[in-house]
């Protein structure tokens, strides 16, 4: 059989970028023509060196020109949160190329309404499309939940839990991230902004969109564990007394009541008070209603007995198996409600 294939350009190449280079190179449906790198030591090289794959003869490039004046159908566009990459997505878009991106705010967003605006006109432009990507937000906060709508009769609440364990699970940024810290300084100064529901809002709304609800007020709640003793973690050690567990919850209420809460449990190991879930890392649906249903997304157990988390990777993945429906779209910005049950290609390789 054969299959439409698609040129594509992975721009950058950290956690998300590296699961999504893996994925363009291997599939056969895509056929990788750029890299952009920021890092000097990965100019020059070859896209497989960076995945550990063989060489694929497209040679990683610091020149954002060079990638822009590339003949491309899509990039994924995955560079870290550091500089605002509303400029870039704009000339990527009116340079003709489809976009898929995890970072930023996704869009319809009315926190951002001249982002929005800036993004639909890029768009015409260069008659290309936009598509927002990731786990969470993302599949978990809106795909996943709107899905097993299928399987209710009434919804009185949807809840969507994230919860990672940091030490079996370590990941670099937990110490900037506030775990360490005197628990009532950071209840002040949260490291996480009390803002940051505004970026994970596009997910809200796809799911009120999809349920015909409308959401009135988004509230914002933040609370602190403390850890009973040291604890050791890859990346450093929480003092006894200090922080060792985050959990942040975000209710959208609709007509007086709670109808979507995201809570984000971060916690380092179990000695800590209080110690507010335990177990694996996932994510949680629960579905309060009729009948109430209850799922789990998180990694099938390694060889390790662990089920390590896959959410970053998974960010890549959502978006590279939209590319071929996004490429295939009308021009402008294009939602999950937009590219309806994704087809992704490639996947099955006998
Ligand atoms: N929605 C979700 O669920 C979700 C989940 C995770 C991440 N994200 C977003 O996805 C994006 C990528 O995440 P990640 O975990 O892969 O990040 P990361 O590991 O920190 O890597 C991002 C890459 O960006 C490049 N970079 C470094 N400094 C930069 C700068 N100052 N300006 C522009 N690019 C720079 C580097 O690429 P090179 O190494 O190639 O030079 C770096 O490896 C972020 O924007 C993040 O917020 C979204």
Redesign the pocket.
């Known amino acids: 059989m054969t299959q439409k294939t698609y040129k594509v350009i992975q721009w950058?190449?950290?956690?998300?970028?590296k699961a999504a280079l893996k994925y363009f190179i291997e599939n056969p449906v895509t056929e990788l023509v750029g890299v952009l790198?920021?890092?000097p030591e990965?100019v020059g090289k070859d896209a497989g060196d960076i995945v550990g794959l063989a060489k694929t003869g497209v040679i990683c490039t610091d020149s954002e020109d060079a990638i822009l004046a590339m003949e491309a159908d899509c990039v994924l566009f995955?560079?870290?949160?550091?500089?605002p990459p509303i400029d870039m997505v704009c000339r990527l878009l009116e340079s003709g190329k489809n976009v898929v991106s995890?970072?930023g705010p996704f869009l319809p967003n009315k926190f951002i309404p001249e982002h929005a605006a800036r993004v639909e006109a890029a768009c015409r432009a260069g008659k290309a499309s936009f598509h927002g990507c990731?786990?969470?937000?993302?599949y978990s906060g809106d795909i996943l939940p709107l899905t097993l709508a299928r399987l209710m009769s009434r919804i009185d609440c949807i809840e969507v839990t994230e919860i990672i364990d940091k030490v079996r699970n370590p990941m670099i940024y937990t110490e900037i991230m506030g775990f360490g810290a005197d628990c009532d300084e950071l209840l002040a100064n949260p490291r996480r902004s009390p803002e940051t529901y505004k970026h994970f809002y596009s997910s809200m709304t796809l799911i009120a969109e999809g349920l015909g609800a409308e959401i009135d007020e988004v509230t914002v709640k933040f609370e602190v564990s403390k850890a009973k003793v040291d604890i050791a973690h890859e990346f450093g050690l929480v003092k006894a007394g200090t922080c060792g567990g985050q959990h942040y919850e975000w209710t959208a209420w609709s007509g007086g009541k709670p109808l979507i809460v995201y809570h984000f449990y971060w916690q380092l190991g179990t000695e800590l008070d209080p110690l507010w879930e335990q177990g694996e890392a996932k994510y949680r649906v629960r579905i309060h209603g009729d009948p109430p249903l209850e799922c789990h997304l998180m990694a099938m157990e390694d060889a390790d007995g662990r089920h390590p988390f896959l959410?970053?990777p998974w960010?890549g993945l959502v978006g590279c198996t939209a590319v071929p429906q996004v490429c295939d779209a009308a021009p402008g910005v294009v939602t999950h409600i937009d590219l309806g049950v994704v087809q992704p290609r490639g996947l099955v390789r006998r």
């Open positions: 950058a190449t950290g956690t998300v970028g790198v920021t890092n990965k995955a560079p870290s949160m550091m500089t995890p970072a990731g786990i969470h937000p993302g959410g970053i960010t």
